[in-house]
């Protein structure tokens, strides 16, 4: 059985910074690429950032880039998304996702397993 765990979440005031982070047990992360994406109430799924399982490549939204970084961890079959500089209009739910898929993408429906989200609230 696959799952995606994602924890790190949490209150932090603007201008902080959290580190997220998705362990898979059931498969293994290396041979997918790996999506962020954030739902916040009343929006849309976005996409945040992906990194890719051929090359681990990676890409960012615009309005994250500079500020977010996602990376993976092979040996513990985890991947993270650092998150400093942080905006009030970064506040949502935070999902990881995986697919099997050697170039990664933002469309949230190319991806075949999904976390249940961890909250991630910007606020002063």
């Known amino acids: 059985q696959v799952q995606l765990v994602e924890s790190g979440g949490g209150l932090v005031q603007p201008g902080g910074s959290l580190r997220l982070s998705c362990a898979a047990s059931?498969?293994?992360?290396?041979?997918?690429?790996i999506g962020w994406f954030r739902q916040a109430p009343g929006k849309e799924r976005e996409g945040v950032s992906y990194?890719?399982?051929?090359?681990?490549?990676?890409y960012y939204a615009d309005s994250v880039k500079g500020r977010f970084t996602i990376s993976r961890d092979n040996a513990k079959n985890t991947v993270y998304l650092q998150m400093n500089s942080l905006k009030p209009e970064d506040t949502a739910v935070y999902f990881c996702?995986?697919?099997?898929?050697?170039?990664?993408?933002?469309?949230?429906?190319?991806?075949?397993?999904w976390g249940q989200g961890t909250q991630v609230t910007v606020s002063a």
């Open positions: 996702a995986a697919a099997w898929l050697t170039i990664g993408t933002m469309n949230p429906g190319s991806y075949d397993y």
């Open positions: 059931g498969v293994t992360l290396e041979y997918y690429s």
């Open positions: 990194i890719n399982s051929i090359n681990t490549n990676t």
